[in-house]
């Protein structure tokens, strides 16, 4: 086990954040010098410019997906390695000001996805609001708190109402219960080591823009059977309609097949990083056959569902 009790971890500040809340819920990660810093972007630099040993970054979201703001930099700006994935389930509460009824409320500020989040909920109960984005959920609320107007009001953590000492007039305002986000520790030099129950995240640069350039791609997991969890193109920013393949896969790269896989891509590819290679956060999927035989029971239901509501013309 990897003792962080005299390292230094860089998360999106300022105090009470949700990144935050998920790093304090690992203890052996509370147990480091924990460091606020202003943006996703700052919290990179200052694990690439070896100011602090780590970072914790917020990768992807279960309602509003990949969060272009790190995965971007750790595909073309950074050279990082994911050690860590950590799965944080995320409620967000509107927060005002002690007394404030809904009705005084002219403007909602947080971050970007947690006002995404919470789109149906605003649009709801507070249709003439201004929405207004800052820098973090933490931020909004201290907006609020330092602010003095009934009229402000944030959708942030229980934490930061805590910090903050704000009246949560609305508690659990995302719009979906099953609300989560993955967040990665990074750093700068080493890969975490094998347990068995790992994870490996890999950019693949494609030859061109040609058919058939993604299914050579994953013609190699396939032939390897090796379990794909997420695939998501991102622009290369090289031009319109050129793409890079980001793609999790189960495994890592001290397994020979994962490693036997990630050099035929080398060869075969212009470009490929590795992200890394970090103990995954959840239980791995069924068995193979175990899988295969109940999805088969499913899709024979759903084949006789779709063929018994064709009409039978006589």
Not at 226 to 241: A, C, F, M, Q, Y
Not at 273 to 299: C, F, H, Q, T, V
Request: hydrophobic fraction near 40%.
């Amino acid at each position: 086990m990897r003792d962080f009790s005299n390292s230094t971890i860089a998360y999106l500040g300022p105090r009470g954040t949700f990144t935050e809340e998920a790093l304090r819920f690992q203890p052996d990660l509370a147990a480091a010098q924990l460091i606020p810093y202003p943006s996703w972007a700052a919290v990179m630099e200052a694990v690439d410019k070896r100011e602090v040993d780590y970072g914790f970054v917020a990768i992807e979201n279960s309602i509003e997906g990949t969060v272009s703001a790190t995965i971007d930099p750790l595909i073309f700006d950074y050279d990082l390695f994911v050690i860590r994935e950590v799965i944080h389930d995320v409620h967000l509460n509107l927060m005002t000001l002690t007394g404030v009824r809904i009705d005084q409320i002219r403007k909602v500020m947080s971050y970007p996805h947690a006002l995404a989040q919470c789109r149906g909920f605003l649009a709801d109960n507070l249709p003439e609001a201004e929405i207004v984005a800052t820098n973090s959920t933490s931020d909004a609320a201290k907006i609020v708190a330092e602010s003095g107007d009934p009229g402000l009001a944030a959708l942030a953590p229980s934490a930061s109402a805590e910090l903050y000492q704000l009246e949560m007039l609305r508690e659990h305002v995302e719009d979906h219960a099953g609300n989560q986000t993955r967040f990665l520790l990074l750093n700068k030099d080493h890969l975490a080591p094998r347990t068995g129950h790992d994870k490996t995240t890999v950019v693949c640069f494609q030859l061109s823009d040609r058919p058939g350039s993604l299914i050579s791609i994953l013609a190699q997991f396939s032939a390897r059977n090796i379990n794909l969890t997420k695939l998501e193109s991102r622009p290369s920013k090289t031009g319109l309609g050129q793409y890079c393949f980001v793609i999790d896969l189960e495994g890592h790269i001290e397994d020979p097949i994962v490693a036997d896989t990630l050099s035929e891509l080398y060869i075969s590819q212009p470009e490929i990083k590795l992200i890394g290679s970090y103990p995954a956060a959840r239980a791995g999927s069924k068995g193979n056959a175990d899988n295969l035989k109940e999805r088969s029971a499913e899709a024979e239901c759903w084949l006789s569902g779709l063929l018994s509501r064709i009409e039978r013309l006589v």
